[in-house]
């Protein structure tokens, strides 16, 4: 059922109007510093090339395995950085400005889709850039993290609209995005670990890796006190700004992570 104003208290309609107003000003800032960590990393350069491959296994008549490794192309990581930083100021002005109508609407039926069709993308390229900052190199692999992680973020536009209108909580949604959550990272820090070649790109390897894990965990702890309206996430306007001010960092503090100890 849609929300409307009319079916919420008096003191929660000022409330909600008076925070709508702070979501048009943090989307607009949170645009503004994309921008501008756009430029700023733009004008340190991209110079960091990483060869991309595939592996194909063949077996001779004896049954031995023997791997054959093709150079596929020459990246730079730091394009993988940019793109998901552009995304994501593109969509928060959009949000502040052509979409704000349908952008409030969202908010006021306790969902935001755009959130999660931006997300879809630009947490994709970024741990696309994680995992080839951990040493992965195979394609086949990275493209597999991509849409792994563009499911887990499209389940959770599911589990809003579902959920909107249940009187019960529908979790599934919920449980499948949190197994491709684990999925990725279980990926990235095995190799990490098992392997040299991202210490060999970067110093700090693994704190960049723990603190953007510990980073994206709280978007499903978000996720679930809106669903059980638990304190301030009882209101979604709150669950919003929860959800602006985490992309904000974990997005930016990545990009510093990458470009101050990768380039």
Not at 140 to 145: D, E, G, R, S
Not at 163 to 173: A, D, I, L, V, Y
């Amino acid at each position: 059922m849609k929300l409307s104003d009319k079916h919420l208290p008096t003191t929660e309609i000022k409330l909600e109007l008076k925070q709508l107003k702070s979501l048009r000003s943090l989307n607009v800032l949170a645009a503004a510093f994309h921008l501008a960590l756009i430029f700023a990393l733009t004008q340190i350069g991209l110079d960091q090339q990483v060869t991309l491959q595939t592996y194909t296994t063949t077996f001779d008549n004896t049954g031995t395995a023997s791997v054959a490794v093709d150079d596929v192309a020459q990246i730079d990581i730091g394009h993988f950085v940019i793109g998901y930083l552009a995304i994501a100021a593109v969509a928060h002005v959009a949000s502040a400005t052509v979409l704000w109508r349908r952008y409030v609407n969202y908010i006021k039926q306790h969902r935001n889709p755009l959130r999660w069709v931006e997300y879809s993308v630009s947490c994709s390229l970024m741990l696309v850039a994680l995992a080839i900052s951990s040493g992965i190199a195979n394609v086949y692999v990275l493209v597999a993290i991509f849409f792994a992680s563009a499911v887990m973020n499209l389940t959770g536009l599911v589990f809003e609209n579902i959920n909107r209108h249940t009187g019960k909580t529908f979790w599934s949604p919920f449980v499948l995005g949190s197994v491709l959550f684990v999925m990725p990272w279980a990926i990235m820090l095995h190799h990490l670990q098992s392997s040299q070649a991202a210490q060999q790109l970067f110093d700090n390897a693994e704190i960049v890796h723990y603190v953007t894990i510990t980073l994206f965990s709280l978007f499903p702890i978000v996720m679930a006190l809106a669903a059980l309206r638990v304190g301030p996430w009882r209101s979604y306007v709150t669950t919003e700004l929860s959800y602006i001010t985490l992309s904000f960092v974990a997005k930016s503090a990545l990009a510093m992570f990458l470009y101050f100890n990768f380039f």
